[in-house]
C-alpha cells in the first residue's frame, strides 16, 4: 500500500512541476493547492514542510532562477521581455528582486561569467569553467556536434532527489527504480534511463537542488532522441508498466531538443553541458524550452566513474 507520506510527496512534486511549467502566470495559493489536492488552508504548511521555503520564496527563486538562466543562454535577449517571461510585472520589480538575490543588477552582469552570489552556499562546482574559446577548441579536437531532433511523448517515472551531492540519496534512489523494473519484468536494454535536472547546479543553493533519477518511456513508437537511445544498447520500445509507492509520473508533450554526446570523463560532461549553455544556444535560434534538461544514458550509471561516461545531453529548445 501506498504510504501517507509517499502520496504528499507525490502531490508536491506535481506542484513544483506546475511551477517550473507556468512561470509566466499568476500562481496563488488556492490554484497550487488545488493542483495538489490540498486543502488550501494546510496547503502552504505542507508545502513548507516539504520544501524548506513558503510558496512564494519558491516561486520567487525560481523565477529568478529562470530568468538567469535565459539571459545566459540568450546574451543578446532583453531584461524587460525574459522578466514578463517568467512572471514579473516588469523590469523594475524585476530588477530589485534579481538584485537581492544575486548580488548585481541584471544589467551590469556579465553574462559568460558566474553571478557572484549565484550558488549562495558558495560551495565548489563539480568541474572547472571554462572560456568560450577553450570550449570551442575542445569541441573541434572531439569532432563533436549538435543536433536539434524530437523528444517524442512520453511518460517519465522518477525519484526526486534533493541535495544529491556527497550523499547515498542518488544511489539509493536508482537501485530503488532498478528494483521497480525488475518487479514489472521490463529488460534493461527496453528502458531509457534518465536523469533530470530541475535545477541549475551553478546557480541553485545545493541544500535546494534537485535531480530526478528515472525511467522514460514513449507513449508511442515514434523517431526521436527515445528511439535513438534504445538502438544504441539494442532495445525495443515498450508500452509504460504500472508504477507503484514512492514514484513520481510525469507526461511530457512531443517537443524539439538540442543534443550533444558527452563521451569519456565527468569533465568532458561538464564542457558538453558548458558548451550547449554558453556557446551553442546564444548563437543558435533556438531558447531554453520550460522542460528540465535531461541525461540520457547510454552507459547504465552502475557501470560509470570518474572517466567514464557515455550519455546524451539534451536540452528542450523552442524557436525564438
Known amino acids: 500500500m501506498r504510504t501517507t507520506y509517499a502520496i504528499y510527496q507525490e502531490r508536491i512534486n506535481r506542484v513544483l512541476d506546475y511551477i517550473a ?9 488556492r490554484k497550487l493547492s488545488r493542483v495538489a489536492c490540498f486543502s488550501p488552508f494546510h496547503f502552504h504548511r505542507l508545502f513548507l514542510g516539504f520544501t524548506g521555503e513558503t510558496l512564494n520564496e519558491h516561486v520567487r527563486r525560481t523565477r529568478l532562477e529562470r530568468a538567469a538562466a535565459l539571459l545566459r543562454a540568450s ?22 528582486a534579481f538584485k537581492r538575490h544575486f548580488g548585481l ?15 549562495i552556499g558558495k560551495a565548489p562546482l563539480p568541474f572547472p569553467i571554462y572560456s568560450v574559446e577553450e570550449l570551442e577548441a575542445w569541441r573541434r579536437s572531439k569532432g563533436l556536434r549538435v543536433r536539434v531532433t524530437t523528444f517524442p511523448s512520453a511518460r517519465y517515472t522518477y525519484i526526486r532527489v534533493h541535495n544529491p551531492f556527497g550523499s547515498e540519496r542518488l544511489a539509493q534512489a536508482y537501485r530503488d527504480l532498478m528494483q521497480w523494473l525488475a518487479e514489472r519484468g521490463v529488460p534493461l536494454r527496453d528502458t531509457v534511463i534518465a536523469g533530470m535536472s530541475q535545477d541549475d547546479a551553478a546557480i541553485t543553493p545545493h541544500e535546494k537542488y534537485r535531480y530526478d533519477i528515472g525511467a522514460a518511456f514513449a507513449i508511442a513508437d515514434e523517431p526521436g532522441i527515445l528511439r535513438d537511445a534504445l538502438r544504441e544498447r539494442g532495445g525495443r520500445h ?21 543534443v550533444m554526446r558527452a563521451t569519456g570523463s565527468l569533465d568532458d ?9 554558453r556557446c551553442w544556444l546564444p548563437a543558435s535560434r533556438y531558447e531554453p524550452g520550460d522542460s528540465p534538461a535531461m541525461e540520457i544514458f547510454l552507459s547504465l550509471p552502475e557501470t560509470l566513474n570518474s572517466e567514464h561516461f557515455d550519455l546524451y545531453a539534451c536540452v528542450p529548445v523552442r524557436e525564438i
Do not use: C, M
Open 105 to 119: 543588477n541584471a544589467s551590469a552582469w556579465d553574462r559568460r561569467a558566474l553571478l557572484p552570489n549565484s550558488k
Open 269 to 277: 560532461v561538464g564542457r558538453v553541458w558548458q558548451y550547449l549553455y
Open 75 to 96: 546574451p543578446e535577449r532583453r531584461i524587460t521581455d525574459v522578466a514578463l517571461t517568467v512572471g514579473f510585472a516588469g523590469v523594475a520589480e524585476f530588477s530589485r
Open 21 to 29: 511549467a507556468h512561470l509566466d502566470e499568476d500562481l496563488p495559493l
Open 238 to 258: 515498450r508500452e509504460p508498466p504500472a508504477s507503484r509507492s514512492g514514484f513520481s509520473n510525469r507526461i511530457f508533450p512531443a517537443g524539439r531538443v538540442a
